[in-house]
Structures are given as C-alpha cells and as structure tokens.
T-cell receptor
C-alpha cells in the first residue's frame, strides 16, 4: 500500500479563493511527521508546513494551514487567499521514526495547483 | 551558505559517460539525503549520510550509483556508465538531525539528461 496518497492530480482555483489539497497517509508508527512542500516549475522544493503526530493543534504558517485528522489519517493543506505565485506542484510527505535514529521522507505523487486571475 | 547548494544545475551527458553531482548542505546539518525525482513523480529516497557515515543506501537503484561525504559536509553523488533511465532531477536535502520531527531543507536540484 502507498504510504502517502494524493488523489488530486490537478486543482484549479481563482485568485483570492481558498483551496484544499488532499493527503492521506498510512503508518502504524505512533510517532511521525507530516510535511508539505511546494515545487515551482524552477524545480526547488520549498518547505511549507509541518505537523507532528503528537501535536494537539493544527499547524499554521501564514496563508498555509494543515487540516490534521489523525483518526482518518489525513493531513490536508489549506491555502487561503490564493495568489498567482501559488501555482506550483505540491507534495505531501511523511517521516516516520525509526530505531536506527534517522528517518527519510516518503512523498506522494503530488498535486499541480493552477491559480487563475 | 544560507541554504542547500547543488551543482551543476543542469547536466547533459551521453549514455555511458560518468557524472558527478555535488551537494553542499546547510552548515552544521548532520543529516544529508539524496533523492531522485523522475518526471511527474515525487522524489524517491536514494541514500542517507549522518556526518561522514553512509547509514542507508537502500534506495540506490544499481551499483552504478555511488555517494560519498568524506568530511561530513559536502557530498557527491556519482553515476557511472549512465543510462537513459538515469535521466531525472537529483535532489539533495539536509536536516539538523535525523529525527522525524526535523524538516529537511532541499537544494534546487540537478536536472540530469542522458542522451
């Protein structure tokens, strides 16, 4: 089974509207981290927001917020007041804890967001 | 530097040639990761270093791929006898430690095209 599932290959939104990008995950580890990254056409991966599995409140960073529903294993990214510069590929990723003392990121396939004027 | 630096930004090579990709992580970051991102896909893990020690190379697709970080800072990913399927973006990331709560900070990547 895939560890990270992003079911929306593409999303369209008008400028200034809010948009939700879906992400579900699969893990049996009680301790894990969920991340969202933005990848513009230029290729760099930009860290947006992080949610820890034990965090009581949903993470927020400016216009980004994470709708974390632990029981449903979902971690949707909400972008408020979309801007043209938000057009990019968005990746959800998970990092699980491990006995080895390190953990890598597992990424979803991404969602392409296009913001129109 | 302030962020993760990768060079070259773009690399074109003929099939069969060897290539070397460089990553300069954020100063003081213990953990360094290499990922491969095929067109239209999410990045996939290749290998992990903690300081100079390569603790995990389970994601390297073949023995043509080799990575090193001899002094625990700069890392080089080398691909020998390149094949067309090696064409991808190679991303390097670093984090302060290897634990799950630490975000990984990525470089701009090297876009490798094998002709």
């Amino acid at each position: 089974a895939q560890k990270i599932t992003q079911t929306q290959p593409g999303m369209f939104v008008q400028e200034k509207e809010a948009v939700t990008l879906d992400c579900t995950y699969d893990t049996s580890d009680p301790s894990y981290g969920l991340f969202w990254y933005k990848q513009p056409s230029s290729g760099e991966m930009i860290f947006l927001i992080y949610q820890g599995s034990y965090d009581q409140q949903n993470a927020t960073e400016g216009r980004y917020s994470l709708n974390f529903q632990k029981a449903r294993k979902s971690a949707n990214l909400v972008i408020s007041a979309s801007q043209l510069g938000d057009s990019a590929m968005y990746f959800c990723a998970m990092r699980e804890s491990s006995n080895s003392g390190y953990s890598t990121l597992t990424f979803g396939k991404g969602t392409m967001l296009l913001v129109s004027p | 530097g302030a962020g993760v630096s990768q060079s070259p930004r773009y690399k074109v090579a003929k099939r069969g040639q060897d290539v070397a990709l460089r990553c300069d992580p954020i100063s003081g970051h213990v953990s360094l990761f290499w990922y491969q991102q095929a067109l239209g896909q999410g990045p996939e893990f290749l290998t992990y270093f903690q300081n100079e020690a390569q603790l995990d190379k389970s994601g390297l697709p073949s023995d043509r791929f080799f990575a090193e970080r001899p002094e625990g800072s700069v890392s080089t990913l080398k691909i020998q006898r390149t094949q067309q399927e090696d064409s991808a973006v190679y991303l390097c990331a670093s984090s302060l430690t290897g634990v799950a709560v630490q975000p990984q900070h990525f470089g701009d990547g090297t876009r490798l095209s094998i002709l």
